[in-house]
């Protein structure tokens, strides 16, 4: 299992699955006494890596193939709302019901990727750091325009303005090796 998110002290979620596998969604509502299977959009490839609500209804799963899924009715249904070939979101978060990033890339070309979405992910854009030749494994939001990254060989960033410029922060580690959590 790769991720796990609570809504509040009944409501939570676990997601995991292996990449070329289907994903694997848990929710409980009773604070974790019982947990059922959930199934998302019917793809059955790409692990899920992440999972984010922004309250009892609104929630996205990030997964492998950089799908990323979202329901607005507690995960009774779900919609594709973005899906490539290669690499996989590794990381994702929501200030609020429309704006959110997220992160990943892929581990066979170490390409990192940071996204950004101002309409609750209906689309997306891909936000572009000069330099970034490695997979993104966490991100923090601060608010809508402060926002920490870090890469696969321990580089971090930060920008202040949406992703407009970035700053790499000097934090005397040195990669390879993923990242410590943010």
Known sequence: LNDVHAVDAN??????????????????TNGGTSWASVTTDGS???GAQVVTFVNANTGWIGRAYQYIVKTTDGGSTWATQRSDTVGAILDMQFVDANTGYAAGGSDNSNNGMVLRTTDGGTTWSSLTLPGLTQQVYELFVADANTVYIGTNAAKFFKTTNAGGSWTELTTGVS???QSSAL
């Not at 699955?17 to 969604?25: E, K, L, T």
């Open 175 to 177: 990669g390879p090796g």
């Open 44 to 46: 059955s490839s790409g």
């Open 11 to 28: 409501t939570a979620w676990i997601v995991g699955g292996a990449d070329a596998g289907p994903p694997v969604v848990l929710k409980t």
